[in-house]
């Protein structure tokens, strides 16, 4: 063959090459939003080209997934298939139109008996909630006598809003219910112990130390 000919031809395919990669978009690697209308599900991905892996993390449970980002229309699609067995494993279905607009998410079950899932998603990164929330002060002084004289179900939202703070994933339902309602709260972990300060862990401990002396009362907020 001609080298000239050879030459265009190398030359043709790299550029094609370099093309094709170039449409597929960098996602973002994290991205929150409300599941089920309750609680929050996060999605934390890895990416290489057109792979994606990476795990799902929703109340305090995290599953493993993989797939691939593919171009449909003007948008991307990413399909991803959690990796595992039974009823709760199934297939995510992304609708990808850039890290600055939500994705419109769906979750299909592979068996009858589950209701699949439609849901909305925003690029968030995990970070320290440092000053929000209803008590703030439980993450940066001790906690006092006089701070501790309230009622059972407010010592124990105390507790657990220094754990929100710093993006636990709650098992218990109700607790991962009533923090999913805040915009500054993400679950990222399955466990923050290492990441409270000695501040925090000598007011959870003071926490738990009252909480058998409250009384239940109704408080509103």
């Known amino acids: 063959m001609n080298p000239f000919k050879q030459l265009l031809i190398v030359a043709s395919t790299l550029v094609s090459s370099t093309l094709s990669f170039a449409q597929i978009p960098q996602v973002a690697a994290t991205w929150t939003g409300l599941y089920n209308d309750e609680q929050k599900i996060s999605l934390f991905m890895q990416q290489k080209g057109s792979d994606i892996t990476g795990y799902s993390l929703l109340n305090g449970k995290q599953t493993n997934f993989k797939g691939k980002i593919q171009q449909t229309d003007l948008n991307h699609t990413l399909t991803l298939n959690e990796i595992g067995q039974g009823a709760s494993v199934g ?131």
């Not at 709260?185 to 300060?197: E, G, H, I, S």
């Open 91 to 221: 297939q995510f279905i992304l609708e990808y139109k850039g890290n600055t607009s939500p994705i419109e998410a769906q979750w299909l079950p592979t068996t009858k008996t589950v209701k699949p899932k439609f849901f909305s998603l925003n690029a968030q990164q995990c970070k320290y909630a440092k000053g929000q929330g209803e008590f703030p002060d439980a993450s940066v002084r001790l906690l006092k006598d006089a701070d501790l004289q309230v009622p059972l179900g407010q010592l124990q939202y105390m507790r657990n809003e220094i754990y929100a703070r710093h993006g636990y994933a709650f098992q218990n339902k109700n607790w991962a219910t009533t923090f999913s309602q805040y915009d500054w709260y993400m679950p990222c972990y399955t466990n923050v112990d290492t990441r409270l300060t000695q501040i925090e862990k000598e007011n959870v401990k003071r926490l738990k130390m009252v909480e058998p002396y409250a009384k239940e009362v109704d408080w509103g907020r």
